[in-house]
C-alpha cells in the first residue's frame, strides 16, 4: 500500500474482531507460502515455510502472543510427518483461543513453529496440559512471549 492509501486505512477495532474471530475469516484468505532455504552453521541448509499473508495481516493486534515450540529430533518420531506436528499444535491450541500458524523452520537441532495466539493464559495453561498428555505425539519445549507488534516474526515476514 502507499502512503496515501495507509493514510486513510480504516482502523481495525475489536467489534472487527469479535464479529470474524469465531469465523474463518480469522485466517488471511490469500494465503502466501512462501519455502525457507536458510544455510545453517555446519554448511547444511535448514528448511522451512512462512505465511507471508500475515505480513500486513489486519488483526494482529488482537493475537499478541508469541509461542515458538521447538520440537528436538528424535529417531521415535520418525513416523510423523511435520505437517501432522503442525496440526497437532494448530488444532491443540485453537481450543483455547485464536491461534495463526505462521511459520516453521527445520534445523540441525530440530523442528521450530511460530504461532501468534490471542491469550497469554490461555495459552500458558494449555501447553503444560499438553506436554502432560499420554496422547501427545512429540517431546517439545515452548516459550510463550508478549508480541505485540510481531516483532518475532519480522524478519521471517519480510523475507
Request: aromatic share 10%.
Amino acid at each position: 500500500m502507499d502512503f496515501i492509501s495507509n493514510l486513510f486505512k480504516k482502523k481495525t477495532t475489536i467489534a472487527d474482531w469479535n464479529r470474524i474471530r469465531l469465523t474463518e475469516e480469522k485466517f488471511p484468505s490469500d494465503g502466501s507460502i512462501t519455502l525457507l532455504q536458510i544455510p545453517s552453521e555446519n554448511g547444511n541448509f535448514n528448511t522451512g515455510w512462512v505465511n507471508k499473508a500475515y505480513k500486513n495481516y489486519a488483526y494482529k493486534a488482537f493475537c499478541p502472543v508469541c509461542c515458538i515450540i521447538t520440537i528436538p529430533h528424535s529417531d521415535d518420531d520418525q513416523d510423523i510427518d511435520m505437517m501432522t506436528i503442525e496440526d497437532y499444535f494448530t488444532e491443540q491450541l485453537n481450543k483455547v483461543c485464536v491461534a495463526h500458524i505462521v511459520s516453521r523452520i527445520v534445523t540441525d537441532d530440530g523442528m521450530g513453529i511460530i504461532i501468534y495466539t490471542e491469550t497469554f493464559n490461555e495459552v500458558a495453561k494449555k501447553l503444560p496440559e499438553m506436554y502432560e498428555s499420554p496422547s501427545r505425539i512429540v517431546e517439545f519445549g515452548s516459550e510463550i512471549k508478549v508480541d505485540e507488534k510481531w516483532k518475532i516474526a519480522k524478519q521471517l515476514l519480510n523475507v
